[in-house]
């Protein structure tokens, strides 16, 4: 039997690549390489060839990745202790946490509009640390910030998370969820002029990534409240 199955890894994945292409990320992924590098984007897309600047973005890259990857991660293990720790059963998790997931997939999706999830918590430093330290840092209160339309797709990573019983394989459904983020981060940060070109050419397909993200989340719910979920796992992790 494997650590995490094949189902959740791939469900954590596709998660964290949604939420890169949120329209609270994919758009302001400039502003975000511009501001941990401490470039200014004309700067970067006239150097874009060059192995300095690339070196530069790569390397802040890393280090911001790195950042939201450890606040996602402890999210991860705090949520993985919350059932034991009030000896919640499984299956009444999963019911609770099943039925919140549909509701963000609902908000997400349109059809509902949940004000609570509509606020901003956002942790801002009025000039960015020098070094790579500082797009740590940075990383860190990027994932502490629960923009709308990330919070309900982590928030529903964390829920199953706390349906688990067992943290491992809770830090590893958060690795693998701050891996989907990661990779089109960094490979896009590598080659933003051909970010530019993609983001411009497929611009009106972006409108229909929160109807896409919703619907996955109501199937991934639905699963969960159903008890469904459980035995998908389960035949993929035999």
């Not at 150097?47 to 402890?74: E, V």
């Not at 919140?100 to 349109?110: E, N, P, V």
């Not at 919070?151 to 491992?168: F, M, R, V, W």
Request: with cysteine; aromatic share 16%.
């Amino acid at each position: 039997m494997t650590t995490v199955s094949e189902v959740s890894i791939i469900m954590s994945f596709s998660a964290g690549v949604l939420t890169f292409l949120s329209p609270c990320i994919l758009p302001l992924f400039p502003s975000y390489i511009t501001y941990i590098t401490g470039k200014s984007f004309e700067d970067i897309k006239a150097q874009g060839s060059s192995s300095g600047i690339k070196k530069l973005t790569a390397f802040h890259s890393l280090f911001f990745i790195l950042g939201f990857s450890i606040i996602f991660i402890l999210l991860g293990v705090t949520f993985a202790y919350i059932g034991s720790f009030f000896g919640i059963r499984k299956q009444l998790l999963e019911r609770l946490g099943g039925a919140l997931i549909i509701l963000f997939g609902l908000h997400i999706a349109g059809l509902l509009n949940l004000k609570f999830l509509n606020i901003e918590k956002k942790i801002t430093f009025d000039k960015k640390k020098a070094g790579y330290f500082g797009s740590l840092l940075v990383g860190m209160a990027f994932a502490v910030g629960w923009t709308p339309c990330v919070g309900p797709i982590l928030s529903s990573i964390l829920i199953y998370a706390s349906t688990l019983e067992s943290l491992p394989r809770a830090i590893m459904l958060l690795c693998f969820y701050s891996l989907g983020m990661a990779v089109p981060f960094f490979l896009a940060s590598l080659a933003v002029n051909q970010f530019l070109f993609i983001f411009n050419r497929f611009k009106v397909i972006m409108k229909f990534v929160p109807v896409i993200t919703g619907v996955f989340l109501i199937l991934i719910g639905a699963l969960l409240f159903s008890g469904q979920f459980s035995r998908l796992v389960g035949i993929f992790a035999s």
